[in-house]
C-alpha cells in the first residue's frame, strides 16, 4: 500500500531544535520531499532526499534511510516565523507523477 | 522565470451551484498539472493530475472534474457542489516526473 505517517503536531521552544519523523510506504521509490506551509498559504519547497544520509539546507537539514522507510526534518535555531506545518510527501507509481502527502505536522513554536 | 496563477482566491456558493476553478501556469511548456484539496487542518489529498493536453487522471472517485484545454490551463469544475466539496484547493505543476511541486496560491472554497 501507499502511507504517509507523520505525528499531528509539536511543539518546540525558540531557539531549539526539533526534528520531525516521517514513515512512508510508496509503490517505487522517486524520492522524498518536505514542504512547509504556513496556514491559509500554499505549501513551499524545503528539501529533497532520494539517497540515503542527512542533506544540509541552513538550518534545516533532512535524513533519509530508504531501507527503513524512514526520513526526519531537523530544524536548528527555531524562530518563531517556522510555526507551521511540515508535510513529509513523496511521489508514487513507475513515473513517480503522483505526489501523495502525509497530514502534515503542525509545528508551534513558543517564546 | 516560471509562474503560476489560480483564481478566485476566496469562493462561497451555495449547495448544489456550479464550480469552476482555473489554473494556469507561465514560463514553461509541457507541465505536469495538478489539482489537490485540503481540508481544514488536514494533509493535501490529490484529486486530479494531467501529463499533457486532454489527459487526464483522476485520483479519487467525487463530484468533481477536470479538464485541460491548453498545454498550460487546468480547470477544476462541478456541475452541483456538495457541502463536503469545502475546502483548500490548490493547484500544482511540476516539469518532470518525481521532481518537486509549485503550488498556485490557492482558493478557499466554502460550500454553505
Known amino acids: 500500500g501507499q502511507n504517509i505517517d507523520q505525528p499531528t503536531e509539536m511543539t518546540a521552544t525558540e531557539g531549539a531544535i526539533v526534528q520531525i519523523n516521517c514513515t512512508y510506504q510508496?509503490?517505487?521509490?522517486?524520492?522524498l520531499f518536505w514542504y512547509q506551509q504556513h496556514a491559509g498559504e500554499a505549501p513551499t519547497f524545503l528539501s529533497y532526499n532520494v539517497l540515503d544520509g542527512l542533506e544540509e539546507k541552513g538550518r534545516f537539514s533532512s535524513f533519509l534511510s530508504r531501507s527503513k522507510g524512514y526520513s526526519y526534518l531537523l530544524l536548528k535555531e527555531l524562530q518563531m516565523k517556522d510555526s507551521a506545518s511540515y508535510l513529509c510527501a513523496a511521489p508514487q507509481g513507475a513515473g513517480g507523477f503522483k505526489t501523495i502527502f502525509g497530514a502534515g505536522t503542525r509545528l508551534f513554536v513558543k517564546a | 522565470s516560471q509562474t503560476i496563477h489560480q483564481w478566485p482566491a476566496t469562493l462561497v456558493q451555495p449547495v448544489g451551484s456550479p464550480l469552476s476553478l482555473e489554473c494556469t501556469v507561465e514560463?514553461?511548456?509541457?507541465?505536469?498539472l495538478y489539482w489537490y484539496r485540503q481540508a481544514a487542518g488536514r494533509g493535501l489529498q490529490l484529486l486530479f493530475y494531467s501529463v499533457g493536453i486532454g489527459q487526464i487522471s483522476s485520483e479519487v472517485p467525487q463530484n468533481l472534474s477536470a479538464s485541460r484545454p491548453q498545454d498550460r490551463q487546468f480547470i477544476l469544475s462541478s456541475k452541483k457542489l456538495l457541502l463536503s466539496d469545502s475546502g483548500f484547493y490548490l493547484c500544482?505543476?511540476?516539469?518532470?516526473?518525481?521532481?518537486?511541486?509549485?503550488f498556485g496560491s490557492g482558493t478557499q472554497l466554502s460550500v454553505l
Open positions: 500544482a505543476w511540476t516539469n518532470g516526473q518525481g521532481v518537486k511541486l509549485f
Open positions: 514560463g514553461t511548456s509541457n507541465p505536469n
Open positions: 510508496t509503490s517505487g521509490f522517486n524520492g
